[in-house]
């Protein structure tokens, strides 16, 4: 099944988009700080594409409805790329902080309002540390406010043929009004890698310091899992936990969404998991073996999923020790 194929169905969930919409609209949707999702709890899902012919490798929920938490600043990056293909913005820019960027809960870099941080320096937080005040600082600054910046995200994403997404911030953070689907994430991240490949790298980026502080990415798969170079981490109450990734591997690139994970640790190496088996099936398919991802899976569920090597899954849980010891933002 090819990717294309996935976008052209009527799919569960369009309807309940369409009210949340409409609910927007109006003013009903409340604040999910206020009240719990509409969708419910955090519930699985998944996706795994190769990214060289579109097709579908592994696929379960990925057209249902979830909250996508801090993947969401993929998109937020995504305008900021094409306003600097177009000669609106430039990476030298100073963004300001305004009183309503330095309001937002963490993760966060704290500056204070007022204060400025370049557009360079700006991706590279939003990236690494998934700072959400330097986000809204940047939307507003593309967008003249969050809001004004929230529509042109969702247009975007249209236009990407992100047809289960709408966004209301360019953070990820709690609104019944964000939400999306693992099929729409990964349209995202195959855009990504085909008009912004010059600037993908950013999400490579596995430390960066801004002044006295010192960040760690959150996606702990950097270094850990062969071939991993992004994408982005993200975690809220109602999203669980999140990951976009992509890796390439003899030249050969996959693309792998989880959703709704209950925690860092098994959506990581879910997706290490998911990437492991997507490799190994295409290398028994070139050697004439018809393999469906699926069948390598095996404990994909289990506490210690199949496929990872003893390395891997010491480097990913080194990593989340790490992180821990730092007291870095739950992503």
Not at 56 to 72: F, G, K, N
Not at 114 to 127: H, K, L, P
Request: proline share 5%.
């Amino acid at each position: 099944m090819r990717f294309e194929g996935v976008l052209g169905r009527r799919v569960p969930g369009v309807a309940m988009a369409i009210a949340m919409m409409v609910a927007l609209a109006f003013g009903m949707a409340e604040p999910a700080a206020a009240t719990p999702s509409p969708l419910g709890p955090a519930r699985y899902s998944a996706i795994l594409i190769d990214a060289d012919d579109g097709s579908v490798l592994y696929s379960q929920a990925a057209e249902q409805i979830r909250h996508p938490a801090s993947i969401t600043k993929v998109m937020t990056l995504f305008l900021a790329f094409d306003a600097l293909d177009q000669g609106r913005l430039r990476l030298s820019d100073r963004i300001v902080m305004t009183a309503h960027a330095a309001a937002q809960e963490p993760s966060k870099l704290g500056l204070r309002p007022g204060q400025t941080i370049s557009v360079e320096d700006a991706i590279r937080v939003i990236a690494v540390k998934s700072a959400n005040d330097v986000a809204v600082a940047l939307a507003e600054r593309l967008g003249g406010s969050e809001a004004g910046f929230a529509r042109m995200m969702t247009a975007r994403a249209r236009t990407l043929g992100m047809r289960q997404t709408m966004f209301s911030n360019a953070t990820g953070l709690p609104d019944p009004a964000t939400f999306t689907s693992a099929h729409d994430l990964a349209l995202l991240a195959l855009a990504m890698l085909r008009e912004h490949a010059d600037r993908y790298p950013y999400f490579s980026t596995r430390t960066f310091n801004w002044g006295a502080q010192h960040m760690v990415n959150h996606n702990h798969l950097l270094g850990a899992v062969p071939g991993v170079d992004g994408i982005k981490t993200g975690y809220t109450v109602d999203a669980g936990f999140t990951l976009a990734a992509s890796a390439i591997r003899g030249g050969h690139r996959l693309v792998a969404v989880v959703m709704g994970e209950p925690t860092r640790l098994t959506r990581d190496r879910h997706v290490a998991t998911l990437l492991e088996a997507g490799f190994t099936a295409l290398d028994r398919r070139a050697q004439g073996s018809d393999v469906a991802v699926s069948s390598l899976l095996g404990g994909l569920l289990d506490e210690v999923p199949s496929g990872l090597s003893p390395a891997a899954l010491s480097a990913i849980a080194r990593a989340e020790a790490d992180e821990a010891l730092q007291g870095s933002d739950t992503d």
